[in-house]
């Protein structure tokens, strides 16, 4: 869809701000009831899905010039240069998915998520890139990863002295920061050793593999994405891959629900899903205690975002010329199936851990900050979004947060909450390594 297409969705938004809250059903306290990331650090309207509704009307009238008779257009025209916090306020966006999950409790026919990714595109399109926006495209283009300096050469470094199998249709995707991030590289190897001696018999692309692009999409940056995904599509297919299995929520995503909707066949695993059949099927054993209590962050792209693709091709219409619907009815993502009993009967099942909830869980979680770039294109919204989700975790008295995203990982590991405090975060895969 471009722009445009979602002026109807503009016009139907009801003003009722529930975008920046979690359900209210679900609210337990006053202190944790936000979800927005980005309108929780700024306190403005502009920067919650509700704002930006309204703002893309008065962008398009601008662009379209359907607003000749206003004077105040015309000497105030409202486009990406003369209203800067505007494009702040697109490009800041995590794409977390938590306005969207809300939206959909008390409406049906509006896409917040969706709308946000497209007004990113729009900036791209007109020009407005980010420097180091522009530096993670190069990357991404030169070395197959939006991590930079990161070098193509040095991928497969994480996997030297595992011995993959070399007959098999089941792949281990480790993902960029897996790949390439000094402090988690020796999780991705725990992991895909930990499935080889389960029996699984487990392949890696070795030369193949290369980034998922799901950070670019999130970003805006659509072109981008598809030529990438469309390359792994076309290598996976090569390869003889029928399943995929990664650590990595945002490539979990990417494959599961942006890849499939470009026509991927293949059955796509997160790691704790195949985790938690190893381990109630008894091919996963635990020989010690590990005495934890811990409690448990939801990545916004392996929980909310995690539901599998439904085809739809249909089209709007209205009943009676009024009540707005979709012919035949569209797939409604409200985040409800998206992975969040894997993980948990994970750690459940490892003998001395006990699991403590944060407040805001499962779809309705808060972002850990790093979503869509933000940890290096808005370093202090994206160090003060950990950090609230670091206050959450230390009110629960767990020991240990844990998580199951290297993004989410990465990105809460020098955070403290709002008294200076920090807290152990844990891999999960790394959970599991101590109970072996």
């Known amino acids: 869809m471009a722009l445009k297409d979602f002026r109807a969705m503009m016009e139907r938004d009801s003003y009722c701000n529930s975008c920046k809250w979690i359900p209210y059903d679900k609210i337990k306290s006053q202190r944790f009831a936000e979800n927005c990331p980005t309108n929780l650090y700024y306190q403005f309207h502009l920067y919650s899905v509700r704002g930006k509704w309204q703002a893309g009307q008065t962008y398009l009238d601008t662009m379209e010039g359907t607003i000749g008779k206003d004077e105040l257009i015309k000497q105030y025209p409202y486009d990406f240069n003369t209203a800067p916090e505007f494009l702040e306020s697109v490009q800041s966006c995590m794409a977390c998915g938590s306005c969207d999950v809300s939206c959909k409790i008390c409406r049906f026919n509006l896409e917040p998520l969706a709308y946000n990714i497209e007004l990113k595109n729009e900036a791209i399109l007109r020009g407005f890139i980010l420097p180091k926006q522009k530096k993670m495209i190069e990357a991404l283009k030169t070395e197959q990863t939006m991590i930079p300096n990161a070098k193509k050469a040095k991928r497969q470094d994480w996997a030297k002295g595992i011995e993959f199998a070399a007959k098999t249709d089941t792949y281990f995707y480790p993902g960029c920061k897996y790949s390439y991030d000094p402090k988690l590289k020796a999780y991705a190897k725990k992991a895909a050793q930990t499935l080889i001696d389960a029996g699984v018999k487990l392949g890696y692309l070795g030369d193949l593999d290369m980034c998922c692009a799901g950070r670019a999409y999130q970003q805006g940056f659509y072109d981008e994405f598809n030529e990438r995904a469309d390359a792994n599509i076309k290598a996976f297919k ?103 009993d894997a993980p948990r009967d994970v750690i459940k099942a490892i003998p001395g851990v006990q699991l403590v909830e944060m407040e805001r869980i499962r779809e309705y979680a808060l972002c850990c900050g790093a979503g869509a770039n933000a940890q290096l294109n808005f370093p202090e919204l994206s160090a003060a979004t950990a950090s609230e989700r670091i206050t959450e975790a230390n009110t629960t008295g767990a020991d240990a947060l844990v998580t199951a995203c290297p993004w989410c990982e990465a990105n809460f590991k020098n955070a403290v909450d709002e008294n200076g405090k920090g807290i152990e975060v844990i891999d999960i895969i790394d959970l599991v390594a101590r109970a072996l």
């Open 238 to 340: 090569a390869k003889g891959v029928k399943t995929i299995v990664t650590p990595c929520a945002d490539c979990y995503h990417a494959l599961k629900r942006l890849y499939a909707a470009r026509g991927m066949k293949v059955k796509v695993l997160h790691l704790v899903e195949y985790l938690d059949e190893l381990i109630k099927a008894g091919k996963i054993k635990f020989t010690k205690n590990v005495n934890l209590t811990v409690t448990y962050h939801d990545p916004c792209h392996l929980g909310r975002q995690g539901e599998p693709y439904v085809a739809w091709n249909g089209k709007e219409k209205k009943i009676m010329h009024q009540v707005h619907t979709w012919d035949p009815p569209r797939p409604r993502y409200n985040g409800s199936l998206g992975i969040y």
